[in-house]
């Protein structure tokens, strides 16, 4: 009971090679879109720790409401986060400081460059003092 095996012809090795070239050019596109996604949800997480750092130094020395947005602003550029003025909302004056952050990212494909997936961050941020 042999069996006997089939000759390899070129067009053989020419589908199999097809076949690992598709399937390894469909690897590298989902993991560069799972990149992207991991980028922006670790700079959010990032940008959300930051963000109540400078809301308690805000509200511990009494800075202005200008002046957090501005270090928000410039803390979301450099994580290269979308985020605008429009998408930070910041309420409340002295010791009880509330920062209402909003904004969404597109997840890109690669070859195409066009969005596939819009992910909105939404993220409410107060800061009581303790007693």
Avoid: C
Wanted: hydrophobic share 45%; net charge positive; no cysteine.
């Amino acid at each position: 009971m042999y069996t006997k095996a089939l000759p390899l012809t070129n067009a053989n090795i020419f589908q199999r090679y097809a076949g690992l070239v598709f399937w390894v050019a469909i690897g590298a596109i989902y993991l560069s879109m799972m990149a992207q996604w991991i980028s922006l949800d670790m700079g959010n997480q990032e940008l959300v720790e930051y963000t109540k750092h400078v809301i308690r130094l805000g509200a511990t020395q009494d800075r202005s409401v200008k002046e957090i947005r501005q270090l928000m602003l410039n803390r979301a550029e450099m994580l290269s986060l979308p985020l605008d003025e429009t998408g930070i909302r910041i309420t409340g004056s002295g010791d009880k400081i509330r920062a209402s952050l909003n904004y969404e990212a597109d997840v890109i494909f690669p070859i195409l460059h066009r969005p596939v997936y819009r992910v909105k961050f939404s993220r409410d941020i107060a800061y009581t003092p303790p007693r």
